[in-house]
């Protein structure tokens, strides 16, 4: 992020979120997943299994063919589902778009989303959507998903997750980080 300081008005940059939260996690079973999939996409296509040989030592060809290799097996679909299913909610929640406009399937999802927060007694707060928030004593900013409020008025902090796996520890320091920011931080205003 480059973020003027609350402080001194001066651009500056901040450290992220999830960065420091990700320290905390073990990406073994992240990079063994990554593996595999590479495998199976270069075993899927004699184009990169050619591009393999004739790159050799072509360090920027390689990455690329990886990365054609993640995209033929299919590595990066649930990530692109969950980042277009998460700009919805943000659509939705922010009053750009209503849950009668979001076409099926994922009107499902969306209206499951919704009861879940009425069941929980949260309420959205569209002003506090995609909120970038910063902690100036350790120089970290980062972007909460949601801020919502609940029955009595407190603030509740949440990330909207679309797949299965949650980083625990790295989630809570995430959370901790956010919930003692000192100051939100608007593009717009600047």
Not at 99 to 113: G, L, Q, T
Request: charged share 25%; aromatic share 6%; net charge negative.
């Amino acid at each position: 992020y480059q973020i003027p300081d609350p402080t001194t008005g001066k651009n500056r940059a901040w450290t992220r979120a999830t960065t420091i939260a990700k320290t905390l996690e073990d990406g073994t079973n992240l990079s063994a997943w990554k593996c595999a999939r590479t495998a199976v996409g270069v075993a899927t296509r004699p184009s990169i299994q050619a591009g393999i040989v004739a790159a050799q030592d072509d360090k920027h060809q390689l990455r690329q063919l990886v990365d054609q290799a993640m995209e033929a097996a299919g590595a990066n679909e649930k990530r692109e589902l969950g980042t277009n299913l998460h700009r919805i909610l943000e659509l939705v929640d922010t009053g750009r778009m209503t849950i009668d406009e979001v076409p099926d399937p994922w009107a499902k999802d969306v209206r499951a989303y919704r009861s879940r927060l009425a069941e929980l007694g949260l309420t959205v707060r569209p002003d506090l959507c995609e909120v970038i928030l910063l902690h100036r004593p350790l120089e970290i900013a980062g972007t909460c998903d949601r801020i919502y409020e609940d029955h009595e008025g407190r603030l509740v902090f949440a990330d909207i997750k679309t797949g299965g796996y949650i980083g625990w520890l790295s989630f809570a320091m995430q959370f901790a980080i956010y919930s003692t920011a000192t100051h939100t931080y608007n593009p717009a205003d600047n």
